[in-house]
């Protein structure tokens, strides 16, 4: 397979901002999901590119970021119709992992992750839809935002599963983030927290005693006592594994409504894990336990909505583990996929915003993520802002 180091598949793709504005000075690359006025996107398929045509404009998160100040500089690597975790093309090769040369960047925003994590632009955009920004955040260091599920951020966006596709942000700290988040999402729910909840479960046990100290860090560092801080263990009808079943099931259904005709009717050469995704898509198109997936979907959303609201928060581990190394084989890494994803599934049934955030807890690297309730992003983003610096004391750039 080939292999390249460069996040980029059009390093030479600049845009300059419409205007003055916050964001001035900084500089963003764009995952190749976006439209770019006068590029043809590709979703990490050569085959797809081929047969579409350039884009007559920019999508509208880029449009917004460009009349708030900021610089485009780059048009990132994806894997192949966002349908992966992985961080590996196989057309156009893994973008670097800066932080674990040896480790795949984690997907799908996997070049977006990688041009931010070396240092070529300030924050990137990519998109969440299982995990695509908070996988690679954990993988490479970084700051990653998902936010609340809104469709009109997605004008312009290749889609992948309706019912969670995100545009998301990647950063190399909690500042940056917070003025990318702050041009780019326009929600005004203020966070109150009364109530940080942790998450206990059979994947958060096998994890270091650093978790739970860095749980009651981030409640010292919110101002709230000891009683304010509980561990949450789902009920058993809203388990990890059923809610990661229910989201496989509803992603695979949508995905192949978006791709299956055109995979049908175009030699598209996808890789192998991505032509495994796409045959379990094809497998559940008449799926007589989709009615229910989408039941439990609503179910679980008004379920955590109702918890947190503007009132709590949730902390839990970004991915199951490290950045996995590159030598793995294909059944391994799909292990890997489906234990990260029964953590990123939360956010992503429920509809609600999670941010990643790097830790450095006893000279231990890790990422921990909060998840809040609706319309809080640019609220989360501020309270990052001011906690991150004490769980990650990195050197925050600009």
Not at 330 to 339: F, N, S, V, Y
């Amino acid at each position: 397979m080939l292999t390249i180091n460069s996040p980029y598949i059009d390093a030479t793709r600049e845009m300059s901002p419409v205007k003055a504005g916050p964001l001035s000075n900084l500089t963003f690359s764009v995952k190749d999901v976006f439209d770019v006025k006068d590029h043809v996107t590709g979703l990490g398929n050569p085959t797809w590119q081929h047969t579409h045509f350039p884009a007559a404009d920019n999508a509208y998160a880029i449009r917004r970021l460009l009349a708030q100040g900021a610089s485009l500089t780059g048009i990132t690597i994806s894997d192949e119709f966002m349908f992966s975790i992985k961080g590996s093309n196989a057309h156009y090769g893994d973008p670097l992992n800066p932080k674990h040369p040896t480790c795949y960047a984690g997907g799908s925003s996997s070049g977006s992750a990688s041009a931010v994590a070396s240092g070529l632009v300030d924050f990137a955009l990519g998109t969440d839809t299982g995990g695509s920004i908070r996988v690679p955040a954990s993988y490479c260091g970084l700051y990653g935002f998902r936010p609340t599920h809104q469709m009109a951020l997605l004008d312009g966006v290749a889609p992948l599963a309706t019912s969670f596709d995100t545009v998301g942000l990647l950063a190399n700290n909690p500042t940056i983030l917070a003025q990318a988040g702050a041009a780019l999402y326009s929600n005004s729910e203020v966070l109150v927290p009364h109530q940080l909840y942790y998450l206990a479960d059979p994947i958060t046990n096998a994890l270091s005693d650093n978790y739970v100290k860095t749980v009651q860090l981030i409640g010292q560092l919110l101002g709230l006592s000891s009683q304010q801080i509980k561990p949450l263990r789902l009920p058993s009808l809203f388990n990890l594994h059923q809610l990661h079943q229910t989201f496989k099931r509803i992603q695979g259904f949508e995905a192949w409504h978006n791709y299956g005709n055109w995979l049908k009717n175009h030699s598209a050469n996808l890789g192998s894990d991505i032509k495994a995704h796409f045959q379990f898509a094809a497998s559940i198109q008449n799926d007589y336990l989709l009615d229910g997936a989408y039941t439990l979907k609503n179910d679980f959303s008004i379920y955590l909505q109702d918890l947190l609201t503007n009132r709590a928060l949730l902390v839990l581990p970004t991915t199951a583990g490290p950045a996995p190394e590159k030598n793995i084989d294909l059944e391994t890494g799909e292990q890997i996929r489906a234990q990260t994803q029964q953590l990123t599934t939360i956010a992503g049934l429920a509809g609600v915003p999670q941010v990643a955030l790097p830790v450095t807890i006893n000279h231990q690297d890790d990422s921990l993520s909060l998840i809040s309730g609706p319309e809080t992003d640019v609220s989360l983003l501020k309270l990052i802002k001011k906690i991150g610096p004490f769980l990650n004391p990195s050197p925050i750039a600009k």
